[in-house]
């Protein structure tokens, strides 16, 4: 599985650089994102820029990574370009579930945001 990780202070962006995100992929991409749950990754943002065909595995994959940052930070599914993927998302409904954001810029100045509606709301209680 090809992909490429951009480690910045408030968030992760994990690229999925493959055409494919099928039942050969998602069992390690399923892996990496529990590797990065673990390892305190606050806030994840997944570009699929690349991505042009997901299957149910690859559904499942996505859906993994957003049970596992639920409660506990963000979880964002960028660059949903290609109109296969946009139209598997629609007919399962996965836009009323997930947070899609069309562009990577988008999607960090919503990590920004969050990450400020947490502090205001008393957040996690941690210093930096």
């Excluded at 947070?99 to 941690?126: A, H």
Aim: charged share 25%.
């Amino acid at each position: 599985m090809k992909y490429s990780l951009d480690k910045q202070e408030k968030y992760t962006i994990f690229g999925l650089d493959e055409p494919n995100l099928n039942s050969l992929i998602a069992p390690n991409l399923k892996s990496e994102f529990v590797f990065l749950r673990n390892e305190g990754v606050k806030n994840l943002i997944l570009n699929v820029t690349d991505v042009q065909y997901v299957d149910s595995s690859g559904l499942s994959a996505i859906l993994t990574a957003n049970r596992l940052w639920k409660d506990y930070g963000t979880f964002i599914l960028t660059g949903v370009s290609f109109p296969a993927v946009t139209k598997l998302i629609e007919i399962s409904r996965l836009e009323t579930i997930l947070t899609i954001i069309p562009t990577l810029q988008e999607s960090i100045d919503y990590v920004f945001m969050e990450e400020i509606q947490r502090e205001l709301k008393g957040g996690d209680g941690e210093e930096e």
